[in-house]
């Protein structure tokens, strides 16, 4: 780590900054580039209007911002204020995220004018980039004289809680300074490119921007307002990039639709989620020999991940993918339920220790307590964080991943709680019993379904139900199914009898009433019947409730774009006409008809 006079990442950055000041720190779409020098002046101007509003260390500030340059400048502006970050992304609930800003104490958001609307709560301040322009401008744009270290908070992130409630892990700056220099796995400097992907609230981001940043390298964002694909696709192509961050089902979409991208990268860091030994093999053909393959694993609790292993033919030959050994200074322990170390071949809980942890979860002592604790093995004062992580000790010293020790899953690279999205179909009324559970074998491969015993006298519809579900958890954390039971199926001991769960059935066969009338019709319904894995969906089945979810509406929607040449619809519009029937509406009403063959449409 290099050393410095005051160590916090925002000197780190702005030492990058008067180093090499016109250097490209961010490369944008249709040429956009901001310099080093440029960034850095931004951000000094929007940091003095932030404490001019009262950030400074130790407090906590809102950022929520579409992913453009400005929200790099937000960003970069609360850490040089001395304040740490708090992402609040536009697209979740507008309650999801003022309990966010309440439970974490935080008084001031950077935001749009636009995005103020949809609702903080009145004692909150916002400092917004658009409408706030010309004050933000006239401040000076010199580093704020702050005294920091690297002991203080830097940015707070909210992960899924068993009780119902978010668990926000609070991070320091020598956390992140520890996760981006001298990491071992491989080399960052000015020379790369890396494509940031990752949304501000995971924590794949925090390596994405500071890895890059504070290494002189250049971040390229991807062009808005394309779906993820032609997005991914487009970055590739335009900025050269050299190092990417993916979790497994971004990589599984690359491996199938644009492999040949991959052949100009340096470094793919593939973590988040379990890796499939043969998507690893893949990927290294892809990769041509030249770029090096990383499988990254770890809890936000220890700073984006803590383990990691170099792919190559011989260890993606095994049946199970190794998760690698602990990152330099990175301690890593595996304990039996005894609390014993476990010896090369036996299974017990990931333990994590080392600079990289986290302090704890923000103003939860309790919680903290029970994952952070001594270390029982090193040296007095130690710490270590219990990861609730199943691993196996390899007699080569390395580990594989086994599961969990609790009710956490993950599903495409986030962490989910099933007690979390329990509790919200228990605030219905109408709901007497609630069971989430992990399935695999959905229209769109593994999520989530939920299971309910409706309470007595009342009713409820799943249209309320999702209803609900949307005012109070992001996207990636509904359930994909509902399924009403009379009883939950307990097991001898008392237990939730999770193999005793009946799969979901997405609506019945369509009658009479609901078969195609027009081409447009039967276009777009065999899409659906591809896509969703259904004989016949029903006219005014809804794309979600049939198992549909984002990755495949994005699958969908490029289909949609070979099947309708010039086709003015946008991804967007896929949320509004979520029936087969209606979106065949909408494509005549625009006047675009289907083309003549459908050979070839790969969905």
């Known amino acids: 780590m290099p050393e410095h006079r005051h160590p916090t990442v925002a000197q780190l950055f702005a030492h990058q900054a008067h180093t090499a000041p016109q250097r490209p720190a961010v490369l944008g779409a249709a040429g956009e580039r901001i310099s080093y020098g440029e960034l850095n002046r931004r951000a000094n101007r929007l940091a003095h209007r932030l404490r001019a509003q009262g950030a400074g260390p130790e407090q906590v500030v809102g950022v929520c911002l579409p992913p453009t340059g400005d929200l790099l400048v937000a960003v970069l502006a609360v850490v040089k204020s001395g304040a740490a970050y708090l992402p609040l992304l536009p697209a979740h609930p507008a309650e999801r995220r003022r309990t966010a800003l309440a439970a974490t104490g935080a008084r001031l958001v950077v935001t749009t004018a636009a995005l103020a609307q949809d609702g903080f709560a009145a004692d909150t301040g916002t400092v917004l980039t658009d409408a706030d322009a010309d004050q933000i401008a006239a401040a000076p744009d010199t580093d704020p004289a702050v005294a920091g270290h690297l002991d203080q908070l830097a940015y707070l992130i909210h992960t899924s809680g068993s009780t119902g409630e978010p668990k926000c892990i609070a991070v320091t700056h020598r956390a992140i300074a520890d996760r981006v220099f001298d990491v071992g796995y491989t080399r960052f400097g000015p020379r790369d490119v890396c494509l940031q992907i990752a949304p501000l609230s995971f924590d794949g981001s925090v390596w994405e921007i500071w890895t890059t940043l504070l290494n002189g390298g250049a971040l390229a964002l991807p062009a808005p307002g394309l779906p993820f694909p032609d997005a991914l696709r487009d970055a590739l192509e335009r900025h050269q990039v050299t190092t990417l961050s993916l979790i497994s089902p971004q990589l599984q979409l690359i491996l199938t639709e644009f492999p040949h991208l991959l052949a100009g990268l340096r470094t793919l860091v593939v973590g988040g989620d379990v890796l499939a030994p043969e998507q690893a093999r893949r990927a290294l053909t892809a990769l041509g020999g030249c770029g090096r393959l ?294 005549d009403l625009r006047g675009r008809a289907p083309a003549d063959e459908l050979a070839g449409l790969d969905v």
Request: charged share 25%; hydrophobic share 40%; net charge negative.
């Open 294 to 587: 990383v499988h990254a694993f770890g809890p936000s609790e220890s700073t984006v991940f803590a383990t990691v292993e170099v792919l190559d033919a011989q260890n993606t030959a095994r049946p199970v993918l190794p998760i690698g050994s602990p990152l330099p200074r990175t301690t890593a322990y595996v304990v039996d339920q005894a609390l014993r170390r476990c010896a090369p071949g036996e299974s017990g809980e990931l333990w994590l220790g080392g600079p990289a942890l986290a302090r704890g979860y923000h103003r939860n002592p309790a919680v903290t307590a029970q994952r952070f604790v001594a270390d029982p093995f090193g040296a007095p004062g130690g710490r270590l964080y219990r990861s609730g992580d199943i691993v196996r000790l390899r007699h080569d010293g390395g580990m594989e991943f086994v599961g969990r020790a609790d009710d956490q899953v993950k599903i495409r690279g986030y962490r989910i709680e099933t007690g979390e999205v329990e509790s919200a179909l228990l605030r219905h009324p109408g709901v007497g019993a609630a069971a989430v559970v992990v399935r695999e074998d959905l229209p769109a491969g593994r999520g989530l379904v939920g299971y309910l015993v409706p309470a007595p006298h009342t009713t409820v519809t799943d249209a309320e139900l999702r209803a609900l579900l949307a005012d109070t958890l992001p996207s990636y954390m509904r359930p994909a199914a509902l399924v009403r039971l009379e009883r939950l199926p307990l097991n001898d001991n008392g237990k939730l009898d999770r193999c005793a769960l009946p799969a979901p059935r997405f609506g019945g066969a369509g009658g009479a009433d609901d078969a195609p009338r027009t081409a447009t019709e039967t276009a777009v319904h065999q899409l659906w019947q591809e896509l969703l894995q259904r004989p016949d969906p029903g006219r005014e089945e809804d794309f979600f409730d049939a198992g549909g979810d984002s990755l495949l509406l994005v699958r969908l929607f490029d289909a949609l774009q070979d099947r309708f040449p010039g086709t003015t619809l946008t991804l967007v519009d896929l949320f509004e006409f979520t029936t087969w029937s209606s979106l065949a509406a909408e494509l």
